[in-house]
């Protein structure tokens, strides 16, 4: 008797220690679950084996008597939990357990089935996805419990679907419709993901009273996508992001200010000109709209606090982002202000993709990831910022960005390099103030350059004899005579092009007439940092 009832324990414990923390299903759920291998039904027929095979319990496969797969415990370690294909009766997969999908293993799995319904499952440990449906319509999946998945819902080319009331948390993505339409995706919470919701080339989609909380980089990411009707959603700490390709992924959609961020409400605004924008916004995103301002703003714990596409002649100013994903980001945007503005916090303060003739100045960047990133953009100013103590770089180029002018600009304290001009040529670097980046000091050390070029033609100073090129805290001697205030020898670059600053300065630069208003107070500051700089060298 004894050793029966140690057995027994012991098989209590294994089962309940099979789970981690948080993996731990509901105590009530796991008691009314029994043991099955996995299930794999191909075909209407199908159905029609044992319940051995089929875990079917009941039914007839008609909209009103469907077949029901329900209360199992299935370990999806060696193929699909439970796997239906090619069925075009009506079935119920409910109340099963469902676990430890590996490799290309998922715990539900559904392929051109037609009236079939998912609810009330928990699915959790896969490294694939919990539920995927492909090629398939008129599925509803609702009320299931999906956590420590890659993908918790998947549907791929599925369409006329509702996905509706389910918990997804503690996943890379919640719910992933790709390639498909006409899906209603509604009162779904989505906490603690990577991404909450992501509507991938997808058109006519609806996404309706969801919640998404604490999600790390996005709440609902609309990407590739058209016409998605998006109301009525609470985001905290997170936000709707929007990309793509062409200007129907971004001027499209209907987004209203139901959608609440943060408490406020998402501002998204299309088509318009001379628009004046109301006050309070959780977030604001224009496409497709000219001759307006985003002033005095602030955004905190939100994707991204400012969103332009196709875009031209607006002024973002005195903004200020914290703890966003991007702060403020441009797609296909030129001839735009961003001036006076404060992020940090950030992946990226501010980020500029394939958008040309920007003007971006007098704007502090400071405490991010990466300060200000230009990606494919041409022609811009980048000018009296405050770029410092970024994680990465303070401002870098990728992916062919040309013939930009980057000048009197404090780029201090980055862990990485000061700037980073990985691809792009016709640039001209001048006048910026290079202080302490990449781990130099006021001793030139060659393994920790301030700077890395990448790319070829570039220029780290103006034309002329001498010309003038920029200020490194660790290259500020010899200048023999003549006194000019120039290095006598250039400022080698990190990079496999041997670019480098051929008049480094001596001193910080004084203001250029131009530009003097926007950068006299940061002069001031400069000067007053070196005052107790040397003095404390003096000491």
Known sequence: MVIAVVAVLCSVFTCLTAFSENEMPERSRISAYTSHAPIYINGDVGFLGSNASTGISCGSGTTTDPYIIEGWDINATSSDGIEIRNANVSF????????????????????????????NNSCTNCTNYGIEVERSEGIEISNNTCWNNRFTIRLYLTNDSIISNNTCHDNQIGIFPYLSRNLTISNNTCTANECGLQVFMSDGNIILDNVCINNTDYAVHLSTSRYALVSGNTMTNDGILITGNELLNYNSHSIDSTNMINGMPAIYVTNQSGFVLPIGAGQIILAN?????????????????????????????????????????????????????????????????????????????????RGIELMSSDWSDISGNIVSNNSEHGISLISMSDRNNIKNNLIENNTAYGIWLFSGTLNRIWNNTFIDNNGATVTYDPGHIQAMDDAINNWW????????????????????????????????????????????????????????????PIIATLGLFLLFRFRREER
């Open 289 to 369: 709209c000219t001759n307006m301002a985003v002033t005095d703003r602030g955004f905190t714990d939100v994707c991204v606090g400012v969103e332009l596409a196709y875009c031209s002649n607006i002024a973002v100013t005195r903004v200020i982002c914290s703890d966003t994903a991007w702060g403020i980001y441009l797609y296909a945007s030129s001839n735009n202000d961003i001036y006076d503005c404060n992020c940090s916090g950030s992946d990226v303060g501010i980020r500029i993709g394939y958008s040309n003739g920007n003007e971006v100045y007098g704007n502090n960047c400071s405490g991010n990831v």
């Open 92 to 119: 119920i997969i409910r109340n099963c357990l469902v676990y430890r999908g590996t490799g290309s293993t998922n715990a539900i799995f559904l392929y051109h089935c037609s009236s079939g319904r998912i609810f």
């Open 461 to 520: 100073n103006t034309t002329g004899t001498p010309g003038y090129g920029n200020y490194w805290s660790d290259w500020t001697t010899p200048d023999t005579s003549p006194t000019d205030g120039i290095v006598d020898a250039p400022y080698v670059l990190d990079g496999g092009v041997s670019s480098q600053d051929e008049y480094p300065l001596t001193l910080i630069p004084m203001p250029i007439p131009e530009f003097l208003d926007a950068i006299i």
